[in-house]
T-cell receptor, first 114, second 114 residues
Framework: NAGVTQTPKFRILKIGQSMTLQCTQD?????MYWYRQDPGMGLKLIYY???????DKGEVPNGYNVSRSTTEDFPLRLELAAPSQTSVYFC?????????????FGPGTRLTVT | AQSVTQLDSHVSVSEGTPVLLRCNYS??????LFWYVQHPNKGLQLLLK??????LVKGINGFEAEFKKSETSFHLTKPSAHMSDAAEYFC????????????FGKGTHLIIQP
């Protein structure tokens, strides 16, 4: 059981380039999330999805886009990379958002924009 | 609105001595509370969670936490620290609200001295 997988593990982008961070889960969870983690900070929610075809903005959505065409996949798109997007990105999934269901996290993608 | 305050950014203990990581929360609803651990360059792993059942919650690797509503606290403890406990620990609150409901503390870096 792979859980939540993310690719790539590391990436260096030049300013203005674009890329897609991939996230896949095999637990048949409806809820999926993208977070960023900056040094000395907790995780900040970028976007989330409550099911295929449904996405919504989190706390820090500017500069990012998402799509959710299947239950398993939830890619995060950076269109015009900026140095402020240098961060570690985590994808997560959960069975539900209520009742204390935990979120399962992927291993993260470390992105540097120079 | 909900928020989490981890009272110490760094905690240093000697191997074999007790661990106390402090967390205070605020929530408009009956919250669910979690502690996650993040080892270097790894994703987040759930240690334990409180979901309005027993106020003393036992987790993995000998950790436990006590929910104290009167003090709005959810401190994490372990009787005897092990070198492998060195990691970043996040206190997380989820109220009864919507799908974006997780709020992370800024983390406590636990250092274990030999």
């Amino acid at each position: 059981n792979a859980g939540v997988t993310q690719t790539p593990k590391f990436r260096i982008l030049k300013i203005g380039q674009s890329m897609t961070l991939q996230c896949t889960q095999d637990m048949n969870h409806n809820y999926m999330y993208w977070y960023r983690q900056d040094p000395g900070m907790g995780l900040k929610l970028i976007y989330y999805s409550v099911g295929a075809g449904i996405t919504d903005k989190g706390e820090v959505p500017n500069g990012y886009n998402v799509s959710r065409s299947t239950t398993e996949d939830f890619p995060l798109r950076l269109e015009l990379a900026a140095p402020s997007q240098t961060s570690v990105y985590f994808c997560a999934s959960s069975y539900s958002a209520r009742g204390g269901y935990e979120q399962y996290f992927g291993p993260g993608t470390r992105l540097t924009v120079t | 609105a909900q928020s989490v305050t981890q009272l110490d950014s760094h905690v240093s203990v000697s191997e074999g001595t007790p661990v106390l990581l402090r967390c205070n929360y605020s929530s408009s609803y009956s919250p669910s509370l979690f502690w996650y651990v993040q080892h270097p360059n790894k994703g987040l792993q759930l240690l334990l969670k409180y979901t309005s059942a027993a106020t003393l919650v036992k987790g993995i690797n000998g950790f436990e936490a006590e929910f104290k509503k009167s003090e709005t606290s959810f401190h994490l403890t372990k009787p005897s620290a092990h070198m492998s406990d060195a990691a970043e620990y996040f206190c997380v609150v989820s109220d009864a609200g919507g799908a974006d409901g997780l709020t992370f503390g800024k983390g406590t870096h636990l250092i274990i001295q030999p």
